[in-house]
């Protein structure tokens, strides 16, 4: 589903080569559910932004889906990031003018290019995530819980086929930590693939495989 073939990332900095990763060749495989560790400043992040085609590899080749998207260009790229991925972050990244609904209804405005109400496919998800009564809260009359469900639901709405969450459980306790991950798991056993960068070891532990980035590496932990 995702692969990397001797995968490279590295960038300058007053001069200095400064490597994230190199070398790494790993796949992802379909419907699989993986957890990446590591710890801060070695580039978990960076990496799950290049499997989701919002940065790019200094070497090496990335396939998606059979398709390497090393030299497509930003239009190619956008269109294929929303057929296939849907983006989980930390910090929910709602926009706080525009009610539940609408951040959700946002998603597929964007995947269809054009400003249609998508009722059914919004309720759904908030249904899904026990918050169809908040449909019409702005983000700031929410919970952190409950801004991370919506932001889950956002993220799945679109029925993207591969889930790039970064540091999820981040900002819950554990009561909203082990809902979220309880959705998560039930996305992954309706067939869809996961890829979850965290330090929540309980989180990472809901992972089919887990991997470490560590000293410009990725092994299985």
Partial sequence: MLELNNASYEYR??????????????????????????????????????????????????????????????KAKSALRSEIFGFLFQDYRLIPTLTVFD?????????????????QEVMRVLTMVDLADRAKHLPAEL??????????????????????ADEPTGNLDEKNRDHLLSLIKDFHQSGNTIVMVTHDVVAAKQAEFVLKLEKAKLRFQ
């Fill in 13 to 74: 900095l007053k001069g200095r080569r400064i490597k994230i990763f190199e070398g790494i060749k790993h796949e992802f495989a379909r419907g699989s559910f993986t957890s990446i560790t590591a710890p801060s400043g070695q580039g978990k992040t960076t990496l799950l932004n290049i499997l989701g085609l919002l940065d790019s590899l200094t070497a090496g080749e990335y396939m998606v889906s059979g398709q390497n998207v090393n030299n497509l260009n930003d």
């Fill in 103 to 119: 951040n959700i209804n946002l998603a597929l405005e964007i995947k269809y290019n054009n400003d249609k109400k998508y009722t």
């Fill in 143 to 164: 919970s952190g819980g409950e801004s991370q469900r919506v932001a889950f639901a956002r993220a799945i709405v679109k029925q993207p086929k591969v889930l790039l």
